[in-house]
Every structure is written in C-alpha cells, then in structure tokens.
C-alpha cells in the first residue's frame, strides 16, 4: 500500500534551518511527484512547492522564495524539505503529498517544526 | 498569483442536511487542477475530489463536486456526523477554508 513516512517532530531556534524528510513506498517513487504543505496553529494550510522526482526541478510558492529547498532522494524513495532562516511563525505541522497533476492522494503524517528561542 | 475565496467561513447544518460551500476563483482556472480536502484535527488532509467533479478513491458518493472557470462548489448531499471538519479548495494555493459545523 502505498505510504509516506516523515521524519520525527523538531525544535529549532530563530534563526536556524530544518531539514524535514518523506520517504516513500507502494509505489513507483519517480512517477509522482511531491508537494509540500503546511499548517501553523490555528491557521488554514498553506501550499509551499512542488518537485518533481523524475528530474528534480521544483517549484516554491512566492512567499518561500530564497529560503525553501526541495530535493528528493530516489535511491531511497525520499523526498526532502530544507527552509532556513527559521521564524517563530514558521512553527506548523510541514505534510508531504504525493502529486501527480494537481491530485494529491496521499499524505505523510506530519511533522512538527517548533521554533522557538 | 491565483487566489481562491471560500465562502462561507462558517456552515452550521444538522445532520441530514445538505451543505454547498464555494470556492472562487480570482481569475479563470483549469478545471483539471481544482481539488477539495477534508481536514479534522489531528488529521492529515484528506482528497475528496480532483479535476473538480471526479471522486477521489474510497469517497462517499453523497459528496459531489461541480464548477468551472472561477466558480466551484462541493455539494455533500446528506451530512453524516463524520462530516463535520473543515474544507478547502485547492489549485497551487488553498482557500481559507469552510468550517462546517453541527447546528
């Protein structure tokens, strides 16, 4: 069946960067690719960008432009996301989907990201 | 960028009942990249609908989706109690939401 696993919550300070994996599996990793979403407290969810797995390009919404990286691992199935220069409204819960044209069927999850000082 | 607006922020229906939520669009969009998810607390999202009417795997029929160009509703035709959470649009970025809640 398929599945995706993330990794474990974090708590980073102001300032600093995480990094938060997706590994993959039930399925041909590189015939979809990955979204990115998350949810700050009492807030709706937020699109963050999408990569490819076949070709590692990706696309980030506006607002994450310069501090947002997408990578994916297809060695291993995993997906990766990296967003530096941690903000204190930065802490969400972060969910990786898989993505195949806009549909978005299955979802990791989640991980919380705490930053605080 | 494309913005999408839910309306209305708050649905308070019973059981039984039938609930329309919209979302709009603030120019035209593909229909083909239009979908709806369902969120409870806890929850990851849940697709609902894609392509704007098509059905995800595994969803009741009694949820329906329509709509074209900047206008989309998802229709439930008959609340269940498991119904109640919030609803989102989605093309690259999401609506606010719907909460639709137990009158």
């Known amino acids: 069946q398929v599945q995706l696993v993330q990794s474990g919550a974090e708590v980073k300070k102001p300032g600093a960067s995480v990094k938060v994996s997706c590994k993959a599996s039930?399925?041909?990793?590189?015939?979809?690719?990955i979204s990115w979403v998350r949810q700050a407290p009492g807030q709706g969810l937020e699109w963050m960008g999408w990569?490819?797995?076949?070709?590692?390009?990706?696309g980030y919404a506006q607002q994450f432009q310069g501090r947002l990286t997408m990578t994916t691992d297809t060695s291993t199935s995993t997906a990766y996301m990296e967003l530096r220069s941690l903000r204190s409204d930065d802490t969400a819960v972060y969910y990786c989907?898989?993505?195949?044209?806009?549909?978005?069927?299955?979802w990791g999850q989640g991980t919380l990201v705490t930053v605080s000082s | 960028e494309i913005v999408l607006t839910q309306s209305p922020g708050t649905l308070s229906l019973s059981p039984g009942e039938r609930a329309t939520l919209s979302c709009r669009a603030s120019q035209s969009v593909s229909s083909s990249k239009l979908s709806w998810y369902q969120l409870k607390p806890g929850q990851a999202p849940r697709l609902l609908i894609y392509g704007a009417s098509t059905r995800a795997t595994g969803i009741p029929d009694r949820f329906s989706g329509g709509g074209s160009g900047t206008d989309f509703t998802l229709t439930i035709s008959r609340l269940e109690p498991e119904d109640f959470a919030v609803y989102y649009c989605q093309h690259d970025t999401f609506g606010q939401g719907t909460r639709l809640e137990i009158k």
């Open positions: 039930g399925y041909t990793f590189t015939n979809y690719g």
């Open positions: 989907a898989r993505d195949l044209h806009y549909i978005r069927d299955y």
């Open positions: 990569i490819g797995t076949y070709d590692g390009k990706a």
